[in-house]
């Protein structure tokens, strides 16, 4: 075991992080929390509203409801949700309502839905144009969060939320009420279905034309077959580990399946904790203070650890800039360097995250890091102690009542989880690019090392229509790499390019050396083929990507961190960035509405919010 003698009792790497992250955001979280402690010294609003406005906020309450809010004893909690029942993920939260209700009855206090927030399937938007609003729902939900907080008329908030946008979104409006405890409710993965590898088989073969789409679409939907999260570990199940080791979640709470015992008596449990640490309480715990950078670094080390979504290295930008904290992607390679890879699910392997779950899951992630010293055990939690809590995995006994035991000592399976003795990768599978192209991030923990550097001439593609249609008419041979560009949150909203993947997938397969640059998204199913994404500057702001021609050689190198085109440097100094009329993707599904989005939004690597300065 690493010895530890810095002051956060971390490792040496960890600490030397985290303090520049507190340095860095001294000014801005210094602000932040006088901000805080403002709203917080009002004491619980509902009690200083008019009479007018009390009467509003409980007209509809049950009588019981109506007499705690009139009387003003009990604490009332915000239930703020993403439910529909299109997304399997959040269809389970239909019922959740009503068992908070009940559970915080029970505990002496009123619970509300304070209002509902938009959630999009990224999984039905992938390849259409719908996906050009997806990264900016993040900060739609956001909005409609603070929206519902508005009424200030809640001492605490619990949040319904799972998938790959709405969590992050959730947790920057929560931020903007940093004075109320905020606590997250998930709703569990959805049970395993087809085998990833099988899925992945027979998307290929369709690429191919080997397959129908009658087939195709037979695997598919034998691989999303029920109520809760898609298992694959993208970003939702990301999203879910990181409430997890934030402390934002019960101990052991991320993956237990819909619609069980288990999951409902957690989903009372966490109504009732989130009452005990509202400011009438002794334990009060508002999310503005317990989000520090400490927090934040454990957020980066569980997402390099498990091998988990790339959008994080927007997402948790974005949602630290919230709480006034500065994070860059600086912190991740940094970090990935002594984190690391205790995981393998897919894309990253073939196991999925019920597999993850039923090895040891986070109590044995989270076991294992905080022996190494990767992970700050002294932060605040929900559950009113340190992370060491987190160790703890929920269970029922014979009469159902919930309990804690400690979580797995060993990985049931060292397939899919491993400890800190023999990780499958020494470090993280994260890696920053710099170069003359900008910078960019690569997840290397599923691509082979042979294929960590990649040398080869560049075909320019403008979307991800033109690679496939050049494609399916054979035109790509040998080696390249598939440079696709105006695809950066100013040009279109930065979709996430998944249907990239198969056909880059099947050349690679047939022997070539390929691999993929990009100023979009690929998220939780980067895979196999080296990818260098969310390069910034970005095309449209007439980043290096803009400069490259058919043909330039380009090096994506992992191993040295570097992407770089191979261009005299007196050719590239003379290039002019090549420009493309966007108007089309400005236009149709909405998209005209968010173009306030496209002119404010910020760059990849900070966030690519419209929240960018933070609220401080």
């Known amino acids: 075991m690493t010895t530890r003698t810095n002051p956060y009792g971390v490792q040496a790497r960890v600490a030397e992080v985290t303090d520049r992250i507190a340095r860095r955001s001294h000014d801005t979280r210094s602000r932040y929390l006088d901000g805080l402690a403002a709203a917080a010294a009002a004491g619980p609003r509902r009690q200083q509203l008019g009479c007018a406005n009390q009467a509003h906020g409980f007209a509809a309450c049950q009588p019981g409801d109506k007499a705690m809010l009139r009387g003003g004893e009990g604490a009332n909690l915000a239930i703020v949700t993403a439910y529909n029942d299109m997304l399997s993920a959040h269809q389970p939260y239909e019922r959740y309502p009503e068992l908070i209700r009940d559970a915080a009855r029970a505990a002496g206090g ?47 908030a619990v949040f319904l939320g799972i998938c790959d946008k709405i969590v992050p979104g959730l947790v920057i409006g929560a931020l903007s009420f940093g004075h109320l405890p905020a606590v997250f409710i998930p709703a569990g993965p959805m049970t395993s279905g087809l085998p990833n590898g099988e899925k992945a088989r027979i998307r290929e073969l369709y690429a191919q034309g080997k397959v129908s789409r009658a087939e195709l679409l037979e695997a598919e939907a034998r691989s999303y077959h029920g109520p809760g999260t898609c298992t694959f570990y993208g970003t939702a199940n990301t999203n879910q580990m990181t409430m997890e080791i934030m402390g934002l979640h019960l101990p052991g709470a991320s993956f237990i399946n819909p619609n069980t015992p288990l999951r409902d008596a957690l989903t009372a449990a966490t109504a009732r904790r989130a009452l005990a640490i509202t400011a009438l309480g002794n334990e009060y715990t508002p999310v503005g203070r317990m989000l520090d950078e400490r927090a934040f670094s454990n957020a980066l080390v569980g997402l390099l650890a498990t091998g988990g979504s790339t959008n994080h290295t927007l997402h948790l930008v974005a949602m630290a800039a919230a709480g006034g904290i500065k994070l860059t992607w600086d912190d991740f390679s940094d970090l990935a360097e002594v984190t690391p890879l205790l995981a393998r699910v897919y894309p990253n392997g073939q196991a999925d995250v019920n597999h993850f779950h039923a090895a040891g899951g986070m109590p044995f992630v989270i076991r294992e890091l905080l022996g190494e010293g990767l992970l700050h055990e002294d932060v605040a939690t929900v559950w009113g102690s340190g992370l060491g809590a987190y160790v703890q995995e929920p269970v029922l006994d014979d009469q159902g009542k919930l309990g804690w035991r400690d979580g797995a000592q060993v990985s049931g399976d060292t397939a899919v989880l491993r400890g800190t003795g023999a990780p499958f990768a020494p470090t993280g599978g994260l890696r920053l690019l710099e170069g003359d192209l900008g910078r960019a991030i690569i997840k290397t923990s599923a691509v082979a090392a042979e294929r960590h550097v990649i040398e080869a001439p560049a075909r320019i593609f403008n979307d991800q229509e033109a690679l496939h249609d050049a494609f399916k008419a054979g035109e790509l041979q040998g080696d390249f790499v598939a440079v696709v560009r105006f695809q950066g949150p100013k040009a279109n909203g930065m979709p996430e390019l998944h249907r990239l993947m198969p056909p880059l997938g099947v050349l690679q397969d047939l022997g070539a050396r390929v691999a993929l640059v990009t100023d979009g998204r690929l998220s939780g199913a980067s895979g196999k083929v080296p990818a260098a ?38 050719e590239w100094a003379a290039r002019v960035p090549e420009m493309i009329d966007l108007g089309p993707s400005h236009r149709g599904v909405g998209r005209e509405l968010f173009a306030p989005f496209r002119a404010a939004v910020s760059t990849a690597d900070t966030g690519g919010t419209i929240f960018a300065g933070g609220f401080a």
């Open 110 to 156: 009123v619970a509300q839905v304070a209002g509902g927030v938009p959630a999009m399937c990224d999984g039905i938007t992938q390849g259409q144009t719908g996906m050009e609003l997806s990264l900016f729902s993040r900060d739609v939900i956001a909005l409609a969060t603070a929206v519902a907080l508005s009424h200030q008329t809640f001492d605490a």
């Open 533 to 570: 994404i969310h390069v910034t500057p970005e095309a449209a702001e007439g980043g290096a990507i803009a400069r490259i021609r058919e043909g330039d050689v380009i090096r994506v190198d992992a191993v040295a961190g570097t992407l770089t085109v191979l261009v005299p440097a007196a």
